[in-house]
């Protein structure tokens, strides 16, 4: 990897790390010192914003203004080429009314975030019609770091598809189409009734989640449902349920869709990955982008991006 990584060097830009959720813990500072490391054996200089830790013990690590501000500096900054937030938690749907997505669309840069920041990716989708990418930057120096920045390079440095790539299964269906919108099935319905509820029309759904077992998805799944969500989507994409999963709950998270999808009459394919989500092997998804996948056959599981 090192090699790699000397071979292929060249300079990307400046890549923001901001902290539009939770803040982080202290005992992150390694953590974080290694990922700054790492970005810039790839070819980008990382810059910090000044909101990434715990300031108070409750979790802010600055008010909804000051983060937002923080984001925006970077947005306007022409020597910053892309922003990967680092946080997640509960709080990033409190920045949201103090962006300004016209800055934001004009800047061509990608926000990179995961979990709580689904609500920043399908908000940016929303006001400014701007991809985002579903994707925890932090994954290149977990356990599968060295898989993870060998992806990460291919994708960045050569444009391959590499860290887009993930193997799936359908439920339903052999074939699904279409532009992505969602990621966390608990923070997505934190934009239910805003102005930055993305349009369901015609989407491919994904969902995933972190905590929660089936009490939580059930309700999660009846506010879809009621909605409309069901009826307007082309597809759904299901990542990892962490807890679910863990503790093999029954009904599980497919069942439970698939009940969801038979009292509203859809057959619309639903395809399962254990490769987004939560996980340190995560790999990544584009919201606002089209996604093609295809069952090729029984054995061989394949996805194509458009």
């Not at 900054?77 to 016209?102: C, K, R, T």
């Not at 860290?163 to 934190?190: A, T, W």
């Amino acid at each position: 990897m090192e090699d790699t990584m000397k071979e292929t060097r060249k300079y990307f830009g400046k890549a923001a790390l901001v902290g539009c959720s939770n803040g982080l813990l202290q005992t992150r500072q390694k953590q974080l010192s290694l990922l700054a490391d790492t970005l810039r054996k790839i070819g980008l200089e990382p810059v910090f914003s000044d909101y990434i830790f715990d300031r108070d013990g409750a979790g802010s690590s600055g008010t909804a203004r000051e983060r937002a501000a923080a984001l925006m500096q970077f947005y306007r900054d022409p020597e910053v080429s892309v922003i990967f937030d680092i946080s997640g938690g509960d709080m990033a749907n409190e920045i949201l009314p103090y962006l300004d997505f016209d800055v934001i669309a004009e800047s061509g840069k990608r926000f990179w975030g995961y979990s709580d920041l689904t609500t920043i990716l399908n908000s940016i989708y929303t006001k400014t019609g701007q991809p985002s990418v579903l994707y925890q930057v932090r994954n290149l120096v977990s356990s599968h770091g060295e898989k993870q920045t060998a992806d990460f390079l291919e994708t960045v440095m050569n444009e391959r598809p590499d860290l887009y790539q993930f193997p799936y299964g359908f439920l339903q269906g052999d074939h699904l189409q279409g532009i992505v919108v969602g990621g966390n099935i608990r923070c997505l319905l934190k934009l239910a009734g805003t102005p930055y509820w993305p349009d369901m029309q015609g989407k491919v759904l994904l969902l995933e989640s972190l905590g929660g077992t089936v009490p939580q998805m059930r309700t999660y799944l009846s506010q879809l449902e009621q909605l409309g969500v069901f009826r307007q989507i082309r597809g759904i994409i299901l990542g990892t349920f962490t807890k679910m999963e863990e503790g093999n709950c029954r009904p599980s998270m497919e069942e439970l869709v698939m009940e969801h999808l038979r009292e509203t009459e859809r057959e619309i394919p639903v395809a399962k990955t254990s490769r987004i989500g939560h996980g340190a092997d995560s790999k990544a998804i584009v919201i606002g982008q089209e996604i093609n996948l295809r069952k090729i056959s029984r054995l061989e599981e394949h996805n194509e991006h458009t």
